[in-house]
């Protein structure tokens, strides 16, 4: 059952969205490009279209749940209304990177640049979602003792909730194509982009690693990812850019350093081309520049 009602908590140090869960019943709030500073959790339960994130486009169909991480560009083109509920949350209030060991949702739900940014949710997962959102709302109406931390419990349940889903579905897709050739050079170079993704930048580095042809490389990773090798090696240099941007205090010239760039004006301009915000500019409105604790969040 869907409320019209928005539940928004604001960060009084700085007057910016902590948190807020909202339905929507057309594509007004997504049908223009998005980039925020904060993730986004949103379960389209009627309605098909298509979405475009990052490099790629996607159809979906009713009753789905797609997750967006900071500054990830997306866009619904719906064919129709669409309906359903959105919860967006900033890294202020519960950063992904600092509870991935409770949640391991990141390279799950969030950041996982080898799979669909959506996950079809099922009777159980549905049934669990709307009683949560429910008990979110009414806690956000009714604020009392300990409100932060009983928000951040319903939603670590939501975040466990949908990542075991979507690793549950990841596992059964993989069964109907275990043993071709294909598969396997897709998790040798995934293993290889983990591997190597600080030293080697371009595509023909991994088909050499690889013994492949870059041509045929370049097809098997465009029809099994719908992005490009370079693609995919961008994303995860960037993804690695941002949780060091998140976590901590390092200059941008020792994280690019890191991440294989001797010049720090480069490695400037390529983080720009692929999140559409300066390192500096990513950590003052996302990461450690912040210096918020969490907890003064919703005093």
Known sequence: MLHSSTNTLINPQNGNLAFKVFSFEDNGHFDH????????VIWVMEGSGTVKADFSAYAFEPNVLFAFSPYQPFMFSADADIK??????????FCIHKHHKEVACAGVLFNNIYQPPYTKMDEQAGNTFRLVLEQIRTEMQNPALAQYELLVSYLKILLITASRLKTQQHAQSGESVAGSREPFI??????????????KHSAGDYADLLHISPKALAKITKTHFNKTLTELIS?????????????????????????????????SRFFKTNADVSPQGYRETVGFGRGVSNHTLLN
Do not use: C, M, S, W
Request: glycine content about 4%; aromatic content about 18%; proline content about 3%.
């Open 33 to 40: 490009l998005q980039r925020n500073n904060y993730y986004a």
């Open 186 to 199: 897709l998790q040798t170079l995934k293993d290889a982009i983990e591997t190597h993704y600080r030293t």
């Open 235 to 267: 994303e995860r240099i960037i993804i690695e850019a941002k949780r060091e941007l998140y976590l901590t205090n390092k200059p941008v010239k020792e994280i690019a350093y890191e991440l294989g760039y001797t010049d720090e004006y480069y490695f």
């Open 84 to 93: 359903g509920i959105a919860l967006y949350f900033h890294p202020d209030f």
